[in-house]
């Protein structure tokens, strides 16, 4: 495929609303890490943004989906192959194009079945204060003042702007653009100490 191909390609993988690592998405699209970084930055020029999650679970993934997709099953494809057995036999004049739209609805097959790994919209009416307050500083734009634990034990007391809470792997995050480090960072609830 070519780079448009495979940017289109890679923005409904990660529309999906799952963090697939840098790795995973060159073996996706059959190009190095390296272009997958360069697809990244060229796609996040034109306005849609691809967020990076740090960690040895990180990776890339998409906080606003783009758009619906329509339903493909595996019994249609299994028709699309049948027909193109049928095609093949009869020397159809265009089997390539045929093959070319067969894969085309194959990807578009696994990029429907992808299950969300982090859920986005939760329901926090049974949330506690913490979450509670994140929460209303997400919805009132405004700013609060932590103190959060790194994965090494130590303090550290951050102003943050909340900007979404989401659900990774059994663990409640906070995406929030950090005063201290100058960058969007995912903040992991249980290790935010004190809050106000």
Known sequence: MGKISNMLYMIDLLNTGNIYSIKELAKQLNVTERMIR???DEISKNGICIESFKGPNGGYFMIDKLKNYTSINKYDIQLLEYSYDILKTNNFKFLNKYQDFIDKV???NIVFE???KFIL????SES???EKIIDGAIKKSDKIDII???LDGNSSQRTIHPLQMFDYKNERY???YCELRNDIRHFELKRIITIK
């Open 148 to 150: 959060y634990e790194s």
């Open 174 to 176: 906070v995406v929030a």
């Open 121 to 124: 919209n939760i329901d926090i």
């Open 38 to 40: 360069y697809y990244r």
């Open 114 to 116: 992808e299950k969300s």
């Open 106 to 108: 194959k990807k578009m």
């Open 128 to 130: 506690d204060e913490m």
